[in-house]
């Protein structure tokens, strides 16, 4: 038995070790949330408006275009109980916070991080935000989460090859400059991705938590759907989009801090402003990230 | 908990050390651990079933004793049939409620009438066909008086609930497993680097192989509409390695875990693909449910004595109730018809023992006509696993008839990577390890042990390289 034992650690430390090893090196790597965690932790004092959400909103809304101290904690797949997390993580550090942009897309309400096929970033939130979203080894671990191959490809493109890694601004946006996709295929594509058969109770309680801190914090909540190319509006489910459009009118009817804005069908935008059916390029989000500002600036004339 | 899981790579070695900790204390106590730790390897995944496992230990264990008791052939008899029909009641709930009231309800249909009753959301508890047929044999065992009951109600309850082997087999036979638990186990050195070994070729297959083959299975299936021919036969070939590194891979663990604990299972997969009649394919895939059928249906039924008729419909009923055990599906019980059709000429021509041994024992390679049998077979095999993995019966056969149409000609529409490859590598090692329990068992023992550790690190990192997106088991839902 001894002998056995012996051999199993000395067979298996040198894997553990490297398991270690190689975990540390990926943690140290900076990336979007590690980087967007550091600048909450040390600026969330200052930031007027806070910027929430998904890809739609790393796309789609660019802080520089605000008049306002702006940041935006978005990330790709970052749904609704995420975007809870965060906020009442740093809702005391907040102090000069005075409104809150919060997207309710077409699949905000019935969606996941955890339950879908993104939900390997959900460790990003565990090792970088230190918000325990959950106690799956799986999702603590980096080593565990991507796998060895694409770690190792990961640390030879930042310590080797001085990789960037961080993909977002200063202030959180997601400058990305790519060639545009096809309309067509990503609209139908997206809608479909995008279409569930879930309950919403859970997303609906999430919306309402949110809406309820923000009442604490003696903000407001700007409610927006972000627009999106005729291709992808064409092919959403009826049944899911006006129950998402019946919860939000409920919504702003019980939080006075509230409002909505709907840019779904927004004809401002055209074929030029999107990358792809449902996320808007560089020309795209600084249209939108102008008319938001300019909504806040009139607002707060009144 | 899986076995490809962190989870369970952290509570297997508190399992362990606890276990051999307890060995010079009471055996019950040793017995009464693994309970516990099967209860909540159990639990992890969904603790409310396991008052399932509990009342059928209970079920049983009370039968057996009962059995025990009483000579009166009625009351054996009666109390036989208890123990089937409570077992195979929560099968009959949980599995196939819904089949049965789905297709009572377009049968009915069919004559003009509308049936108002609702299916029920019904969560199919994992492993539920395994022990429900590992605890009935055990009943039916002492029924017939092959086996003694016990009455040792915590060894009773470890053999009903053995982790390893709890939700995915080997179905361990009441005579190989219970003895098992009333012996004082020692700890055997070579026994427990064999279970290692075993359990890493296990995930090898489970994790590089199955996983790998899923992901492209999962895309050409579910788009089959998309594809032609050519790339569905890919899909079929993919799938029938993932099937096979998924369930042999686990049995492999299942095993080799056992014997870390001083236990010895049944060998579940006798490398089937190498197989030269659909005869021998069958004595070589999931051994210990084919063996469960032929002892507690099939030779009750008559076997193979009596007419032609007789040995038809016997072979029938046993693939095609095999096939219906997987799932609660037309396409489960198409495939088990299809392999009885595969299978019948050989029965009926008495050649269905003609294959016994290994193929190209003590031979490098198969001489030509092996090779073409063991090619048929294979090939069958295949169009047979399109019906076990299509969503329904008209998807299966409108995936068979692309591929038999002349877009099998045509230029594939998937770029496999290197997933054949690594296919290829598998099937090599398979063959090299042939006539072994299970592939690497002897491969590298006889090598000096820089080159013999070196080759075990290879496989574990090629276990992280290759690592396919984590798929659940596909057995773990039958």
């Known amino acids: ?302 | 908990m899986l076995f490809n899981s962190i989870d369970f790579a952290i509570f297997l070695p508190i399992v362990f050390a606890l276990y051999w900790l307890l060995k010079n204390f009471n055996l019950k106590i040793q017995n009464l651990l693994i309970v516990a730790a099967s209860y909540l390897f159990y639990g992890w995944w969904d603790w409310r079933f396991l008052s399932l496992i509990l009342f059928s230990t209970i079920i049983d264990y009370t039968v057996g004793v009962y059995l025990s008791k009483t000579s009166h052939a009625g009351k054996r008899k009666a109390l036989l049939w208890t123990s089937i029909l409570i077992n195979l009641g929560f099968l009959g709930f949980f599995k196939y409620y819904n089949f049965f009231l789905d297709n009572f309800i377009s049968a009915f249909s069919l004559f003009g009438a509308k049936l108002e009753v609702s299916s029920l959301q019904v969560i199919l508890p994992v492993g539920i066909s395994f022990y429900t047929f590992q605890t009935l044999s055990y009943t039916i065992d002492v029924y017939r008086k092959t086996l003694k009951p016990t009455k040792d109600f915590i060894a009773f309850a470890a053999f009903v609930s053995f982790f390893p082997q709890l939700v995915a087999g080997p179905i361990e036979r009441a005579s190989n497993l219970l003895p098992q638990f009333y012996k004082k186990r020692e700890f055997n050195y070579n026994k427990a680097v064999d279970g290692f070994r075993q359990i890493l070729w296990g995930l090898f297959k489970k994790i590089v192989i199955a996983d790998n083959c899923a992901e492209y299975a999962n895309v050409i299936f579910n788009n089959s509409d998309d594809y032609s021919g050519s790339t569905l036969f890919l899909g079929a070939l993919f799938f029938t390695f993932q099937i096979y590194g998924d369930f042999s891979g686990y049995s492999d663990i299942a095993i080799g875990t056992s014997r870390l604990f001083g236990f010895n299972l049944q060998q579940n997969f006798a490398f089937p693909y190498f197989s030269r009649d659909i005869a021998e394919f069958w004595r070589r895939w999931h051994i210990s449910l084919s063996t469960w059928f032929r002892d507690y249906l099939y030779i009750p039924l008559g076997g193979s004595r009596g007419g032609t008729s007789m040995k038809i419909r016997n072979t029938f009923i046993i693939f095609i109730v095999s096939g219906f055990w997987h799932g609660a599906n037309w396409t489960f019980i198409v495939w088990g018809a299809l392999n009885a059709v595969y299978f019948l000429p050989l029965l009926l021509s008495n050649k269905n023992r003609q294959n016994i041994g290994v193929v190209a024992q003590g031979n490098y390679l198969p001489t030509i006509k092996e090779f073409l049998k063991m090619s048929l077979t294979f090939f069958l095999s295949v169009i047979a696993w399109v019906f076990f993995r299509a969503e329904n019966v008209s998807h299966a056969l409108s995936y068979l008839s692309e591929i038999f149409s002349l877009s099998l000609f045509t230029k594939m529409e998937v770029r496999t990577g290197n997933t054949l490859l690594l296919i290829l590598v598998f099937v090599i090692i398979e063959w090299i390890g042939r006539e072994s329990q299970y592939a690497i068992e002897n491969i590298g023992i006889k090598w000096k042990r820089p080159l013999r550790l070196a080759f075990y690190y290879a496989l574990i990192v090629a276990i992280f390289w290759f690592a396919g997106k984590e798929q659940q088991f596909i057995y773990f839902q039958f």
């Open chain 1, 1 to 302: 038995m001894k002998t056995f034992n012996f051999k199993t650690i000395s067979f298996l430390l040198p894997l553990m070790v490297a398991f270690v090893v190689l975990e540390m090196l990926i943690r140290y790597i900076p990336n979007d949330y590690s980087y967007k965690k550091n600048y909450l932790d040390t600026n969330a004092d200052k930031i007027e408006t806070l910027i929430l959400g998904s890809s739609h909103s790393y796309y789609g809304l660019n802080p520089e275009y605000f008049k306002s101290n702006t940041f935006n904690a978005s990330h790709i797949s970052q749904s609704i109980d995420l975007d809870y997390k965060i906020l009442k993580k740093y809702s005391k550090n907040l102090t000069k916070l005075k409104q809150l942009i919060l997207p309710i897309d077409y699949f905000t309400l019935y969606s996941r991080t955890a339950t879908g096929i993104e939900n390997w970033r959900l460790k990003n939130y565990n090792i970088y935000y230190n918000l325990n979203c959950s106690n799956e080894i799986s999702e603590n671990s980096e080593m565990v989460a991507l796998g060895l191959k694409k770690n190792i490809s990961r640390i030879k493109g930042y310590y080797l090859r001085n990789h960037e890694s961080i993909t977002c601004t200063k202030l959180g946006f997601g400058f990305m400059e790519t060639p545009p996709a096809d309309l067509q295929l990503t609209g139908k594509e997206a809608a479909l991705r995008h279409s569930y058969t879930i309950d919403n109770k859970d997303n609906v309680g999430m919306l309402n938590a949110i809406l309820n801190i923000a009442e604490k914090m003696n903000i407001r909540v700007i409610l927006i759907t972000n627009p999106a190319y005729s291709t992808y509006v064409e092919n959403l489910n009826l049944e899911q989009l006006s129950l998402t459009t019946k919860e939000i009118n409920k919504v702003i009817g019980d939080y006075s801090n509230s409002k909505y804005f709907n840019f779904l069908n927004d004809t401002s935008f055209e074929a030029l402003d999107y990358r792809d059916a449902d996320h808007l390029n560089i020309k795209g989000s600084k249209k939108l990230s102008i008319m938001l500002n300019d909504i806040i600036e009139e607002s707060n004339s009144k």
